[in-house]
């Protein structure tokens, strides 16, 4: 079976510094991969997706970046984290059909 | 782009029957989704509608009307443990069929 690990559950950054979130993906092979955030009080919002291997497409203009290494790794990075970027991270996968999005259990982040 | 409404709130006792609404205008629809979000949590799927119709999954049924671009989502029996966020996402054809999420609606059920 199919599962997604995302990594941490929570974390607190000062303000300006670097941030890494990881996402895994078992079980499945050529996944899209999605970054969503969820502010407090809002819906989800679209970061950035990838269809494959170093294919990353962006939907907002941010201060945030996305990598995708290898086929089931997808990471979301910061060189330098904003006080609006805290927020509820979610990574997810779907095949490529996408007729199901799967989401991983999220990282709650406070930047302070 | 897409533009996705859902009520922001709803309330509803314990063991009654509550409908929540969403409407979509969208090109190229492809399909609709219907998550549960517990608060903290990740959201988990419910449903996914891409004919017309209403489809049924034990106390949860999701119906689809692409001609209006209205979907609902129907909890009957409903139980405590239902308060939870429900979200309406849609996806649409070309590209990556990325879902697109609205807002959800918080829907808070008394005993």
């Known amino acids: 079976s199919q599962t997604i690990h995302q990594w941490p559950a929570t974390l607190v950054q000062p303000v300006g510094s670097p941030l890494s979130l990881e996402c895994t993906v078992e079980?499945?092979?050529?996944?899209?991969l999605y970054w969503y955030r969820q502010a407090a009080g809002r819906g989800l919002q679209l970061l950035f997706y990838?269809?494959?291997?170093?294919?990353i497409s962006s939907e907002v203009p941010q201060n945030l970046s996305a990598s995708r290494p290898q086929d089931r790794q997808f990471i979301l990075s910061s060189k330098k984290l904003l006080l609006s970027d805290s927020g509820f991270y979610l990574c997810?996968?779907?095949?490529?059909?996408?007729?199901?999005?799967?989401f991983g259990q999220g990282t709650r982040l406070t930047v302070v | 782009g897409q533009n996705i409404d859902q009520p922001t709130e709803m309330t509803a006792t314990e063991g009654a029957i509550v409908q929540i609404n969403c409407t979509y205008q969208?090109?190229?629809?492809?399909?609709l989704f219907w998550y549960q979000q517990h608060a903290g949590e990740a959201p988990t799927f419910l449903s996914y509608n891409v004919l017309d119709g209403l489809e049924e999954k034990g106390r949860f049924s999701s119906f689809l009307s692409r001609s209006k671009g209205y979907s609902y989502l129907l909890l009957k029996e409903l139980q405590m443990k239902d308060s939870a966020s429900y979200l309406c996402?849609?996806?649409?054809?070309?590209?990556?069929?990325?879902?697109?999420f609205g807002r959800g609606t918080s829907l808070i059920v008394h005993p």
């Open positions: 079980g499945t092979s050529n996944p899209n």
């Open positions: 996402a849609v996806s649409v054809s070309g590209g990556s069929y990325i879902p697109t």
């Open positions: 997810a996968w779907s095949t490529r059909l996408n007729t199901e999005a799967f």
């Open positions: 990838s269809v494959g291997i170093g294919q």
């Open positions: 969208t090109s190229g629809f492809n399909g």
